[in-house]
């Protein structure tokens, strides 16, 4: 039995601990899963690998979805081509699934939201960012931006510009490249989950405009991957387009 309707609406931005999802679906719930063929598509954010998904993606499978792991050589390069690259990937894993929903981290999330402006399989379902820098991180900035001090922007500024060159579009600069990448395109319905103690941005610069949903999660940037509330929030969205019931 479903118990959605009973469980009353929470503000957004409220750090709460979700409904748990089943620890083991019922055998009618997979059999939906199966009938459906969902696909979530998981990626990760810079400086990280696909590896550090893995936890929330057997919950999510357990939950009932297909999942894909999905990898890029963070650094190099830039966001938009590995978007370019992200939306040939979904493009071909498509065909096998009634749907494909998308659970990113981090700098994933600006990959998917440059992949979002590429041409979609039809069958593209929601979306969930996880601690994305969509208004651009203040440690980027630390990281990329000279300071004035001169070891500092020789010692560690620098270094980072020439190795992560896409580290230097996640600057907070309101004319950076993840300040222009605009709104969620129409359609497509998009969640974001902020860590409440997130050292790698504020959690105000998570906020994007469209956005179907936002709420925070109690923990730190990469932490909040692993906590089963995190999956039990995306389980949700993913099937109801919304984090807590309405």
Not at 82 to 109: D, N
Not at 110 to 129: F, H, K, M, W, Y
Not at 183 to 197: C, D, H, N, Y
Request: aromatic share 8%.
């Amino acid at each position: 039995m479903r118990t959605d309707s009973l469980v009353p609406p929470r503000p957004a931005g409220m750090i709460v601990p979700a409904e748990p999802l089943p620890a083991e679906p019922s055998p009618e719930w997979r059999a939906a899963a199966t009938r459906s063929r969902e696909l979530v598509v998981l990626t990760h954010g810079i400086g990280s690998t696909r590896l550090f998904l893995a936890p929330l993606a057997a919950r999510l499978h357990a939950a009932g979805f297909a999942v894909r792991l999905y990898g890029y050589p963070s650094p190099w390069w830039s966001n938009a081509t590995f978007g370019k690259r992200f939306a040939a990937l979904l493009r071909r894993v498509a065909p096998g699934y009634e749907r494909v929903h998308l659970v990113v981290h981090s700098m994933g999330g600006i990959v998917t939201r440059c992949a979002l402006r590429e041409e979609l399989p039809p069958n593209l379902g929601r979306v969930v960012q996880i601690a994305p820098p969509n208004r651009g991180s203040h440690m980027a900035t630390r990281l990329a931006v000279d300071s004035g001090h001169p070891v500092w922007d020789r010692l560690v500024v620098r270094p980072h510009r020439f190795l992560a060159p896409t580290l230097v579009e996640l600057i907070d600069a309101p004319d950076s490249f993840v300040n222009r990448l605009g709104p969620v395109p129409p359609g497509i319905e998009l969640g974001i989950l902020a860590a409440s103690r997130d050292r790698v941005l504020y959690p105000e610069q998570t906020h994007l405009e469209g956005a179907r949903d936002h709420q925070t999660v109690e923990g730190w940037h990469t932490g909040i991957l692993w906590k089963r509330e995190t999956a039990e929030l995306v389980a949700r969205f993913l099937r109801t387009g919304a984090f807590y019931p309405q």
